[in-house]
């Protein structure tokens, strides 16, 4: 009889340490029914609109004309220079001054802004990362996973970034800053980060929300040779599902990057439908614009409670008023899940622990979650 083989025990220690990524609103969904998965999913930060019928069925033509028994283009050059093309002109519809001199080797692809975090965490020299809490959690997870030490440099009472360049040491490898901030909401000073790039040492700045800012550091991309900039297709162009990711910055880091990137990494459906946005992009302008509008308006009804916010989703501090004294974070959690809506909550996280982050949706989701927000309200006794 042939032996049994050992089961393996042993895994690397920085990986068996590692927290798994598991926010409790994923786990709660992951628990309804089909029935009960019809609800208000507003934890996720992801456009409320899908893509229109009439631009998937360009992008299924395109699919129908391509070979998919063949591999992709090892490094994507096409969708590159086509995302390259496309940020020259669209920049400027937000922007002033910006130059028109991206090209393919400027920018990067990858399965969503989360794999080219992990990449830049392995190309920069230093053992130590600085990140700004509270702030998007794949920083640290990855920089973690990577065995780098982290510098934390809280956000000051603003939940801005301010004098980060005075910590930076010989040590420091990399400085990742988000703006808008997630879950904050709100942009970091530009002029607090130009302090840092002075300082030579790379930083990532993460604008995966910077479509319903309408800003961009983008125009400093020539004039500071260690700024990093990602951007996301997930969110304001509403392709979370599909996973597009995308770095632009000078040609040294993105080669650099390509060296310990996968070849054919960037699958050709993922590739077209790209293409088939960045042909039919004026919906995505609507869709901001609509977002932006509802942002405003749940802002308004949520005033005293609501973060100012530049991005797609709104921060609200449960114990800003004394009519909400008592409740904390997991009691309303627990109520908007009873009554249909998923909100994110973060634990044991420092500065937000009793604040609850909402995305913004439609008008009909928009207003039942305020309905549900009221009652909540009222119900303070009964939670």
């Known amino acids: 009889m042939r032996k049994r083989a050992k089961k393996i025990d042993k895994f690397n220690d920085i990986v068996m340490n590692s927290p798994k990524y598991a926010p409790q609103s994923l786990q709660d969904l992951a628990k309804l029914s089909e029935c009960e998965k019809s609800i208000i999913n507003l934890s996720r930060n992801e456009n409320p609109f899908d893509i229109p019928e009439n631009i998937k069925e360009i992008f299924f033509e395109k699919v129908r004309q391509v070979s998919l028994n063949r591999y992709p283009e090892l490094t994507s050059e096409n969708i590159r220079q086509k995302i390259a093309d496309f940020f020259n002109s669209y920049f400027d519809l937000t922007n002033v001054g910006l130059t028109r001199d991206l090209t393919k080797e400027n920018i990067a692809v990858g399965n969503g802004s989360d794999e080219l975090i992990s990449y830049l965490i392995r190309i920069f020299p230093g053992n130590e990362v600085i990140i700004c809490t509270p702030t998007f959690e794949m920083y640290e997870f990855y920089s973690s996973l990577n065995g780098l030490k982290i510098k934390n440099c809280p956000l000051n009472q603003e939940f801005e970034i301010e004098d980060i360049h005075k910590e930076i040491t010989e040590k420091t490898g990399l400085v990742f800053i988000c703006s808008p901030n997630n879950p904050t909401g709100n942009l970091q000073p530009e002029e607090e980060i130009l302090k840092i790039l002075e300082t030579g040492v790379p930083v990532v700045l993460d604008e995966a929300y910077a479509d319903f800012s309408k800003t961009s550091m983008i125009k400093y991309i020539s004039q500071y040779p260690n700024l990093v900039i990602l951007r996301t297709f997930s ?105 249909g809506i998923i909100v994110r909550r973060y634990d044991n996280v420092p500065r937000v622990e009793n604040k609850i982050r909402i995305t913004v949706g439609t008008r009909e989701e928009n207003r039942r979650f305020l309905a549900c927000f009221r009652k909540m309200k009222d119900d303070v006794t009964a939670i």
């Open 235 to 339: 969110k304001a162009f509403g392709l979370a599902g599909i996973r597009a990711g995308v770095l632009i910055a000078n040609q040294e880091i993105v080669s650099q990057l390509m060296r310990i990137e996968s070849p054919y990494s960037f699958n050709i459906l993922t590739e077209k439908m790209l293409e088939t946005m960045l042909e039919n992009y004026n919906t995505v302008l609507d869709n901001i614009e609509y977002i932006i509008e509802e942002r405003t308006f749940l802002s308004s009804q949520l005033k005293g409670y609501a973060l100012k916010s530049n991005a797609n989703f709104i921060l609200l501090d449960l114990g800003s008023l004394t009519d909400m004294k008592g409740i904390t974070s997991n009691m309303a959690y627990k109520y908007f899940l009873q009554n």
